[in-house]
Nanobody, 121 residues
Framework: QVQLVESGGGLVQTGESLRLSCTAS????????MGWYRQAPGKQRELVATLPSGSSTNYADSVKGRFTISRDNANNTVYLQMNSLKPEDTAVYFC???????????????WGRGTQVTVSS
């Protein structure tokens, strides 16, 4: 299994920046993909950005050009650099990873507990 520890959330004003980080630990053979999702009150959880293993990044249209996802494979950490934040970005942000516990085995999914990002107008 994998445990995810997130950090970097907080309260900022419109136009400011935050960097979220998520570090994975536990028993696993490999981390295949890492990503960020968010959920605002009364809204469905939505994809923000993903970084599939060995592939290019994917972003929600609403964050393209403002957010950047990156990965530190040596430390099993994924980052989300959020620039030009808007009130619409206010949500709980969740880290997600896909991982394997055996080579050639199924891919499991693990979620962080979430970190609050609040952007004031």
């Amino acid at each position: 299994q994998v445990q995810l520890v997130e950090s970097g959330g907080g309260l900022v004003q419109t136009g400011e920046s935050l960097r979220l980080s998520c570090t994975a630990s536990g028993t696993f053979i490999s981390i295949n993909a890492m990503g960020w999702y968010r959920q605002a009150p009364g809204k469905q959880r939505e994809l923000v950005a993903t970084l599939p293993s060995g592939s290019s990044t994917n972003y929600a249209d609403s964050v393209k050009g403002r957010f950047t996802i990156s990965r530190d494979n040596a430390n099993n950490t994924v980052y989300l650099q959020m620039n030009s934040l808007k009130p619409e970005d206010t949500a709980v942000y969740f880290c997600n990873v896909g991982f394997q516990i055996r080579r050639g085995g199924v891919i499991y999914s693990s979620w962080g507990r979430g970190t609050q990002v609040t952007v004031s107008s």
